[in-house]
């Protein structure tokens, strides 16, 4: 085994626990979620697992850890509570919050119709 292909599979290891540390993390006390998580981030591991293009194998990298990353700022819980008839939502120091100017401020109908022809 070339030292390339040893780097290249530590960085698949890495990427693998990183996404499923994240998993576990995101959903904190939800069984359920984070077995289904597992199942599917195992699943498609694995499915590319006989990949030799290094290109590819980056690119599949790179994919898993903006998924961790996606998960980790835009993925929240909510939790029922039972006294107050209320859902509460569970949000870490990871969640991206943003400011919804996008939403205060829409696009005009021109904008939008420029933006579409790209």
């Known amino acids: ?10 960085a698949v290891l890495n990427a693998y626990k990183y996404l499923l540390r994240t998993q576990k993390e995101t959903f904190n ?6 077995s289904e998580a597992r199942r599917k981030t195992h699943e498609e591991f694995l499915k590319n697992k ?3 293009n290094e290109k590819e194998i980056n690119k599949q990298i790179n ?5 961790a990353e ?10 029922f509570d039972e006294k107050t008839s209320r859902f509460k939502a569970k949000i870490t120091d990871n969640t991206e919050l ?6 205060k401020n829409p696009p005009s109908v021109k904008e939008l119709k ?4 790209c």
């Open 70 to 79: 996606f998960l980790k700022s835009n993925v929240i819980q909510a939790v």
């Open 98 to 103: 943003g400011d919804n100017e996008s939403i």
């Open 63 to 67: 994919q898993a850890l903006e998924a």
């Open 50 to 52: 006989d990949e030799t």
């Open 29 to 34: 006390g939800d069984f359920l979620a984070i």
């Open 1 to 10: 085994m070339s030292s390339a292909s040893t780097k290249t599979r530590l």
């Open 114 to 117: 420029e933006k579409m022809k």
